[in-house]
């Protein structure tokens, strides 16, 4: 039975687009990865909230990257993405959901800071929807991530966030793995909201996370097993 055709729509080196990334990569399917080069391509693509990543699977839309995982996860069960231990996989699902609401509170609050509430308009001139994240000024004219929203250099997401980063420290403990020696989509959440720092994606980044040399060693390990 031959693959379905599958497109990711997202911009590059954004968490939920980077954990969308992985899972394809790391079940082994051929898709086309295409970035918005305007917002009307997010409007366009994701008409309900212009929020990416989007997929589509034989022409069948899905959003939201943990609703994706589980799309991918009917198409393509091996390798799978959660632990086939149930305790083990309800702790897995359990951390990827807390690193969407947690990691995601922090950044924004962040974005925030440095932009501002969102004051801008809602719609375009033609009366369009604008989505949030090009209202706070994240997403630039060519639908593309502006990276010196991101730049730590006047210290970064806070003392909090740093705490939080410390949790993940515990929770990985000496494993592989979060909670497995196995890869899941736990890891894929927590490697892609760390990417920007992995990669020094913004200034600063990278020297932050060198402070904890384990949470360095999980994203080489996912990055080894997520790179054609």
Not at 30 to 42: G, R, T
Not at 134 to 148: H, K, M, P, S, Y
Not at 178 to 192: V, W
Request: charge should be negative; include cysteine; hydrophobic fraction near 35%.
């Amino acid at each position: 039975m031959s693959q379905p055709s599958i497109v990711l729509y997202g911009n590059a080196g954004t968490p939920y687009t980077e954990k969308v990334l992985g899972a394809l990569r790391f079940k082994h399917l051929e898709f086309e990865f295409i970035e918005p080069s305007s917002p009307e391509d997010l409007r366009r693509w994701n008409p309900e909230t212009g929020l990416l990543p989007v997929i589509t699977i034989d022409d069948e839309r899905t959003h939201d990257s943990s609703t994706i995982l589980d799309r991918l996860e009917s198409l393509c069960p091996d390798p799978p993405l959660l632990s086939k231990d149930p305790k083990t996989a309800r702790e897995q699902r359990r951390l990827e959901d807390w690193a969407s609401e947690t990691f995601g509170f922090y950044m924004m609050r962040w974005v925030r800071a440095k932009v501002g509430r969102e004051t801008g308009p809602k719609t375009d001139a033609e009366g369009q929807a604008i989505g949030p994240l090009a209202r706070l000024g994240l997403i630039g004219e060519d639908g593309q991530i502006t990276t010196e929203m991101l730049d730590t250099s006047d210290g970064g997401p806070g003392p909090e966030f740093e705490r939080r980063i410390g949790d993940l420290v515990t929770m990985l403990g000496d494993r592989e793995f979060f909670y497995s020696s196995e890869l899941s989509r736990a890891d894929l959440s927590i490697y892609a909201a760390l990417f920007g720092m992995y990669t020094n994606r913004f200034p600063g980044g990278q020297g932050l996370l060198g402070k904890y040399p384990t949470l360095v060693a999980l994203c080489d390990r996912v990055r080894a097993a997520t790179t054609r």
